[in-house]
């Protein structure tokens, strides 16, 4: 962990006041409809094409995909009524990985659906990672799954506004990153998990439901640092405000 929270908190606030990184060279129209000016009906078209730093803008729709990956600082922006849906049954969602240090990537404004394993994976990336507005769905039957993280040997993770829900969780594995303004609720794994982690929350609602049975709390840890500041931790034994 090279980068220190202080250091990321100073760069996610510049990034997050753009709609996308900062001499952007492409922008792409991601259009399921293939309507007017598109130029990509998928996101693994649009994914292959775009470079360091381009941005792909994704008008509404229902999207599908098996898996989809990326090594390269791009933005990707949705314009409303942006659903992406993931059918390979555990096998990941989207990838982001090797991002070098001096670029950026961020996802935002779209719901994210997963009946299974985490819907998205970051690893071994130096680079700044933004999952931005973010929310996961229910599935087909009525399953609160939604939206899953792992963020793996990361240096500079940002989640901010993201609304977890279900089975899913945010995990964080050999990494530093932030998690603000959003909300985790569980069921039967922990919301948050931080291994060999430095990781600030703020400004969230993390929690697990009453089940019969909890099989764990709302947050776990097993190495590294937790800071929590004006947040609430819910589980069926109570409440902690910080």
């Known amino acids: 962990m090279t980068n220190s929270l202080p250091g990321l908190l100073a760069r996610l606030g510049l990034l997050l006041t753009c709609a996308a990184p900062a001499y952007a060279q492409t922008t792409w129209i991601l259009d399921r409809a293939a309507g ?17 730093g381009d941005t792909i803008l994704v008008r509404a729709g229902a999207y599908t995909e098996t ?31 090797d991002l ?15 009946l299974f394993g985490p819907t998205i994976r970051t690893v071994d990336c130096q680079g700044l990672v933004l999952f ?13 799954v939604g939206l899953g993280f792992s963020i793996e040997n990361c240096q500079q993770a940002h ?5 977890v829900r279900g089975g899913s969780q945010v995990k964080f594995t050999d990494s530093s990153g932030v998690l603000t303004y959003s909300a985790l609720e569980g069921q039967i794994t922990a919301s948050l998990a931080i291994n060999n982690s430095e990781v600030l929350v703020d400004h969230c609602t993390i929690s697990t439901e009453s089940y019969p049975l909890q099989f764990a709390g709302p947050v776990m840890t097993d190495g590294g640092r937790l800071t929590v500041t004006r ?12």
């Open 100 to 114: 070098p240090e001096d670029a950026a990537f961020a996802l935002r404004g779209m719901r994210l659906h997963h």
């Open 132 to 144: 931005d507005d973010l929310e996961g769905t229910l599935s087909g039957l009525g399953i609160p």
């Open 67 to 97: 898996t989809v990956s990326t090594d390269q600082g791009i933005s990707i922006v949705g314009l409303g009524g942006v659903s992406l849906s993931f059918n390979n049954f555990g096998a990941g969602g989207l990838t982001v990985h």
């Open 36 to 52: 007017p000016g598109h130029d990509f009906t998928t996101f693994q078209a649009a994914l292959a094409a775009a470079t360091t």
């Open 231 to 242: 947040s609430s931790i819910q589980s069926i034994m109570g409440a902690l405000q910080t």
């Open 159 to 163: 989640l901010h506004g993201v609304f």
